[in-house]
């Protein structure tokens, strides 16, 4: 096995050309589990922890560019306020230790449907993207293009993760994930919310209930053509059980999960109807109160 470790992020990129099946490695809380049972033996390694670009993070007011190796401690920390839902996911992943040494490059490129940070990513709107880069230059991957198949990503073969750009919260974001534990798991379903009324529309995550990260686009539209019909981004108003109920029925129609040892496809599709339920309401009841006190 080869052992590559740039220096720059311009060593890295023809690392990465030379060797396209070397496997990028900077946190290695997912990548070092596998290795260590065997599930995945790579021709090569790409250590990135020497570019230290890809630790740092903006934001210019409106969008914030996270480098793809950012720690999920760093996240929870500095970026709760511009970033809500993905500091909330970030508070779920794994222990202290993971959350010091994984980011979310790294649950990118895993793909995995059952990854924290997808449900965060996909609900705070269509406009993430996921910046990609190789010796052929830089491209701009939309998240919703992002996930092709069951850990499979829209990487070409000798593109890395340089960032994810992410516009700054305008409104309430939750995340909520359902666990066989407390902690130190992988979510047997997730789900991320968001709202966005500068735009008038709001944002939604499954996690772990499909061959990939998702949104719920029916229950999406349905909302936000409720809000808008009733002027409801302007008063702040309750929303009534009847929206709140057939939110989360529409959430859970947009899954499609599986049986497995972690939990049933049935289990999956009504504790996402909760959590839609709850996490609309949390987000909703918020969004009342900044209405109020701005009045």
């Known amino acids: ?150 850990k499979r990503n829209s990487l070409e073969a000798d593109e890395l993760i340089r960032a994810v750009h992410i516009p700054v919260a305008d409104g309430p974001q939750q995340f909520s994930k359902i666990g066989t534990r407390n902690a130190m798991v992988i979510a047997v379903c997730a789900f991320g919310f968001a709202l966005h009324p500068k735009n008038g529309t709001v944002g939604t995550g499954i996690g772990s209930a499909a061959p990939t990260p998702r949104r719920a686009v029916e229950a999406e539209e349905y909302l936000q053509g409720v809000l808008a019909e009733r002027g409801l981004w302007e008063s702040g108003e309750l929303l009534g059980a009847e929206v709140i109920q057939r939110f989360g029925e529409l959430v859970k129609a947009a899954a499609s999960p599986i049986d497995d040892v972690r939990g049933t496809a049935d289990y999956r599709r009504h504790s996402l109807a909760v959590m839609a339920r709850r996490t609309l309401t949390w987000c909703w009841n918020d969004y009342g109160k900044q209405i109020r006190s701005a009045a």
């Not at 720059?8 to 060797?19: P, R, S």
């Not at 508070?91 to 040494?101: A, K, L, M, Y």
């Open 1 to 150: 096995m080869e052992f590559l470790r740039p220096a720059t992020w311009d060593e890295a990129l023809a690392a990465k050309a030379e060797y396209p099946t070397a496997l990028p490695i900077s946190g290695g809380t997912d990548v070092m589990v596998e290795m260590n049972f065997d599930v995945h033996r790579p021709s090569a390694i790409l250590d990135l922890n020497r570019i230290t670009e890809l630790t740092e993070w903006s934001n210019d007011g409106s969008v914030v560019k996270l480098g793809a190796s950012v720690p999920y401690t760093r996240i929870i920390d500095e970026l709760s306020g511009p970033l809500p839902g993905l500091a909330l996911a970030a508070h779920t992943v794994g222990s202290p230790q993971i959350r010091n040494r994984g980011g979310v490059g790294g649950n990118l490129g895993g793909a995995s449907p059952a990854g924290d940070a997808h449900p965060a990513l996909l609900a705070a709107g269509r406009d993430v993207f996921v910046e990609a880069a190789s010796v052929r230059g830089t491209r701009m991957i939309p998240i919703d293009e992002f996930y092709v198949g069951v």
